[in-house]
């Protein structure tokens, strides 16, 4: 990035738990950041937690179509300046989302991968090309420990996230896992150009699951507990600032060691 360079950080699923936490990590760096989540207020209320050294503006997209994204990329522009930074955080859940795996149903399948893993996809083709043209600038793609490992069906018996029973379903894997692999792809094909494509897995953040879950979940840790969003957020802040300019088609693990037992 040259110094005289704005930087702005494209932010999908900027409204959510890591998402909020995102935006305050980068804009304490100084970056302008579009918060785009498909709920609006969501978005305005993550754009609020912006940090006076940065700016941050919402935006409602539907990041599973092709031409909003398109829309939306001209809007940014026109409103705060390309982008320096894409960060596909975006991540869904579906009516039926904890349904056992012998009757998952297949719609339920095939809207989460649309907004998991379609999604990003459609972002790198919108965003990608003008940035490995300027230079200097970064993709970091959310993935999950469960793309990369699969889940401790234990730890989820008795387990409730407000008041609700919860799982880990395999299309959650299985988009994260497909994040991951297309992640790969982005920095193999734009590393001869200077675009930096990378990866940050959270391990579980603490976020209104029942004591039964996260006694069982830090347990698994090397650290004995959950993950704080910020701690996510931090990650991500690095890999697209200068101090990460080496580094492309890595995934930067953050899960309190649960993956390295």
Known sequence: MTDTQKKVAVLTGGGGILGRAIVTALTKDGFAVAVVDRDGDLASGAAALADPAGSAKPYTCD??????????????EADIGPATALLCNAATKSDNFFEPFESFPLDDWNFVMGV????????????APDMAKRGGCSIVNTLSIY???APDQRIYEGALYEGRAINTPAIYSASKAGLWGLTTYLASYYGAQGLRVNAVTPGGVFSGQNDTFVGRYSARTMLDRMAEPHEIANAVAYLVSDKASYITGQNLVVDGGLTAW
Do not use: H, S, Y
């Open 63 to 76: 990041i599973t179509d092709r031409a909003a994204v398109e829309a939306l990329k001209v809007q940014i």
């Open 116 to 127: 998991n893993l379609t999604a990003p996809m459609i972002c790198a083709q919108v965003f």
């Open 147 to 149: 793309g990369i490992a």
